[in-house]
């Protein structure tokens, strides 16, 4: 067992959509087109690598399949979270995610993809597509059949700060302008519903999937902002943004020092804002903006100290 926090180096991914933002975290990003940063991932798509301690080198599937009891011996055969950060520097394609038992099914035993978003940073007057406005399947198909696409799709303006739950069958799409940070089951699983008739680099509409998006599409569609809560641990603030069955997510926000715990089976921290240290055991850690760092099972007490604000997720 280790007592030192675990620092991730994430893995960097090129998309149609992608741009700079994320050079803004200290990251060495590959392209002007960079759109996701992958940074707590063991997906046979991504494997984040830790980069210090005992363990430096390891992925974070070598160290679930070889050290689960860094985990407190959880069941499963693939860690269970994903958490990226995502730069839309142009529209994302209108997306939704099936649940675990259709993609079981339909897509090799893949697991579903439930995912909430906080919003890092972005332009004013940005948008999401959050749900839609078909009261029937059958409103829903001859609207996607007739391309009413103004009229389907639910548009909500966003500011730095927002938080949204995205459950499997949700209607989606991040828009231009918006830095997030997502958190969500180890899935790569998408279904792409429109894509603004936009084509790639080889001058090719990207493939649609809209028989399996009909599918999948939750109708009506029903979102319920989450009921956030807050709790003050001598100069640490928290908000808890959701808990789920399929991960919770905390914002920190750290001006000074604070004494924790870790009692859960592991804690994901990334750092979006300021730095600070972390002394636990013997072990004196920096962090700062950008830095990705998990806190294995059984890491007991430690203390903060600094000015930072960090996402959080666990089970």
């Known amino acids: 067992m280790t007592a030192e926090p675990l620092f991730f180096k994430p893995v960097f991914k090129e998309r149609i959509w992608g741009g700079t933002a994320l050079s803004a975290f200290g990251y060495?990003?590959?392209?002007?087109?960079?759109?996701e940063c992958w940074a707590f991932a063991a997906h046979q798509n991504g494997q984040s690598v830790v980069q210090n301690g005992m363990y430096k080198g390891f992925t974070l599937c070598e160290l679930w399949e070889q050290h689960r009891y860094l985990f407190g011996h959880l069941e499963g055969d693939r860690f269970p979270l994903l958490t990226k950060m995502l730069d839309a520097d142009q529209d994302l394609s209108v997306q939704v995610h099936p649940n675990d038992e259709f993609a079981k099914i339909h897509e090799n035993g893949e697991l579903g993809k439930t995912e909430c978003w906080y919003i890092i940073d972005c332009e004013k007057?940005?948008?999401?597509?959050?749900g839609h406005n078909a009261k029937t399947k059958e409103e829903l198909i001859s609207m996607i059949e007739l391309g009413e696409w103004d009229e389907?799709?639910?548009?909500?303006?966003?500011k730095p700060g927002d938080f949204f739950?995205?459950?499997?069958?949700t209607v989606h799409a991040i828009g231009k302008g918006i830095l997030v940070l997502e958190t969500q089951q180890n899935s790569d699983t998408t279904y792409r519903l429109y894509d603004y008739e936009r084509k790639d680099a080889e001058g090719k509409l990207r493939e649609l999937h809209l028989e399996k998006s009909i599918e999948v599409i939750e109708v009506p569609s029903i979102l319920d902002r989450q009921?956030?809560?807050?709790?003050?641990?001598?100069?640490?603030?928290?908000?808890?943004l959701i808990e789920c069955a399929y991960f919770s997510v905390k914002k920190w926000n750290l001006s000074g020092s604070a004494s924790l715990q870790q009692q859960k089976p592991f804690l994901l921290i990334s750092v979006i804002e300021g730095e600070g240290r972390m002394i636990s055991s013997g072990y004196l850690n920096t962090f700062k903006k950008g830095d990705h760092m998990l806190l294995p099972y059984g890491f007991g007490e430690f203390k903060l100290e600094g000015q930072a604000e960090c996402i959080v997720s666990h089970l």
């Open 165 to 169: 739950y995205v459950p499997s069958g």
């Open 227 to 240: 009921t956030v809560h807050h709790e003050q641990i001598e100069e640490l603030f928290t908000t808890t």
């Open 152 to 158: 389907l799709l639910r548009r909500v303006k966003v």
């Open 125 to 130: 007057d940005a948008e999401i597509i959050y």
């Open 28 to 35: 060495n990003i590959p392209s002007e087109r960079t759109g």
